[in-house]
């Protein structure tokens, strides 16, 4: 099931390069995430975007900017990054009109990020 | 803000055994959601299991299920019957109920995870 895609799956860079992740959705969900998975620490939300208009900040910004360029796409940029950012990156979905209330998120297969 | 522990880094099953993961939660709202995740080596993250908090009922899927102790500020999850595709990540996370977030959506369906267990299921 390849709903919510992510782009590159790997990526290996310098300190100071400015790297682009690319996520992409075929569920028609309007909430887009990124969320930042370290070793032994769990995911933390990045950026989250409810439409193409609306970006919030989460938990852990700082070094980051997100882009929601259309419904179906959202991306993470690290404008120059640095090494603590190698990480393993997701993106997940959900859907505002989703009558459950706890709107499930559907995640990516995740990036891995590597500055070295 | 909320806090998700998980005390246990890492465990193991002796594959067809049953085991029991641990988490506890900090929070001071009344109306919540508490999720496992499952990330095998695939990376990918799959939603196990769920628990409303109004409900006193424990959440049960095929082998997985929960015990929620509302009180205590405890979920853990039980796997029966291990298997050799047992063999992941566990994460436990929390996220508010839709009705306690503000117009504004900060924070709205925020995902808090606690660190993870790893699990080994041994043949």
């Known amino acids: 099931d390849a709903d919510v895609t992510q782009t590159p799956r790997n990526r290996i860079t310098k300190t100071g390069k400015r790297i682009m992740l690319e996520c992409s959705q075929t569920?028609?969900?309007?909430?887009m995430y990124w969320y930042r998975q370290d070793p032994g620490l769990g995911l933390r939300l990045i950026y989250y975007?409810?439409?193409?208009?609306?970006?919030n900040k989460g938990e852990i910004s700082d070094g980051y900017s997100v882009s929601r360029q259309a419904q179906a796409k959202f991306s993470l940029s690290l404008e120059s990054a640095i090494p603590n950012q190698t990480a393993l990156y997701f993106c997940?979905?959900?859907?505002?009109?989703?009558?459950?209330?706890?709107?499930?998120?559907?995640f990516g297969p995740g990036t891995r990020l590597t500055v070295l | 803000a909320q806090t998700v522990t998980q005390s246990q880094p890492e465990m193991s099953v002796q594959e067809a055994e049953t085991v029991t993961l641990s988490c506890t939660y900090d929070?001071?709202?009344?109306?919540?959601?508490l999720f496992w995740y499952k990330q095998p080596p695939s990376r990918q993250m799959i939603l196990v299991i769920r628990?409303?908090?109004?409900?006193?009922q424990n959440a049960t899927e095929n082998r997985f299920s929960v015990n929620f102790q509302k009180a205590a500020k405890s979920f853990s999850l039980k796997i029966s019957d291990s298997q050799l595709g047992d063999t992941a990540m566990y994460f436990c996370?929390?996220?508010?109920?839709?009705?306690?977030?503000?117009?504004?959506?900060?924070?709205?369906?925020?995902?808090?995870f606690g660190k993870g267990t790893k699990l080994s299921v041994i043949p």
């Open positions: 997940a979905t959900s859907d505002s009109t989703d009558r459950t209330p706890y709107n499930e998120q559907f």
């Open positions: 569920k028609g969900h309007d909430r």
């Open positions: 975007s409810f439409d193409v208009k609306d970006i």
């Open positions: 929070t001071s709202e009344n109306n919540y959601y």
């Open positions: 628990q409303e908090a109004y409900k006193q």
């Open positions: 996370a929390f996220m508010k109920h839709r009705a306690v977030m503000s117009d504004s959506g900060a924070g709205s369906y925020q995902l808090t």
